[in-house]
């Protein structure tokens, strides 16, 4: 009798150091979900650069309502705003605004203008079937030197006729 409650302590002491040495192997295991799941990126920066994203589309859309032959041209990355000593030319979605009477220069309103320097823009527009295209409006940045990019993307009509025909599937164009 006094064996067997000897037996059930070491077996009980047994699996104390199991579950130890279990819990101690999951670890890693568990550190390696935590830091293989996608940043949280709510920053300041990708809330600006969907703004921005956001206006560049707007802009081809309503170039399209304008024009109903427009269609936005492949850009490489070009800035938003001109900055001191860069030679590149800024986006053409970007050159034009009512409230600045042209792009946003430092001098017009400087807050934003440091706020939007360090965003390109970059538009790629692809053929589709069904008399349609695909705009992909691409606004990238630099975060802990990584390339960091937001994009809209939108699917266009390449002619009226095309908007009554593909318009069925309940997509507002």
């Given amino acids: 009798m006094f064996k067997s409650i000897k037996r059930k302590a070491f077996s009980l002491l ?4 199991v579950l130890a040495i279990l819990s101690v192997s999951i670890y890693p295991l568990a550190h390696i979900i935590y830091i ?15 703004l921005l994203a956001h206006h560049v589309m707007e802009t081809i859309v309503a170039r ?14 070009s ?11 800024i986006s053409e979605y970007f050159t034009d605004f009512k409230e600045f009477g042209g792009p946003v220069t430092e001098q017009k309103d400087p807050q934003l203008y440091w ?3 360090k965003f390109k823009c970059k538009v790629d527009t692809y053929f589709l079937d069904k008399g349609m295209f695909k705009v992909f409006v691409y606004i990238i940045y630099q975060k802990d030197g990584r390339e960091m990019k937001v994009f809209f993307e939108r699917l266009l009509p390449l002619n ?4 009554d025909v593909n318009n069925e599937d309940g997509v507002d164009f």
């Fill in 36 to 50: 293989s799941m996608p940043l949280n990126l709510h920053t300041d920066d990708e809330y600006m650069a969907t």
């Fill in 14 to 17: 047994e699996t104390l150091l």
């Fill in 115 to 117: 706020a939007i320097s």
């Fill in 64 to 77: 399209r309502a304008k024009d109903p032959s427009y269609i936005p041209s492949v850009s490489e990355a």
């Fill in 79 to 89: 800035p938003v705003v001109s900055l001191p000593g860069n030679s590149e030319k």
């Fill in 160 to 163: 009226e006729s095309s908007s």
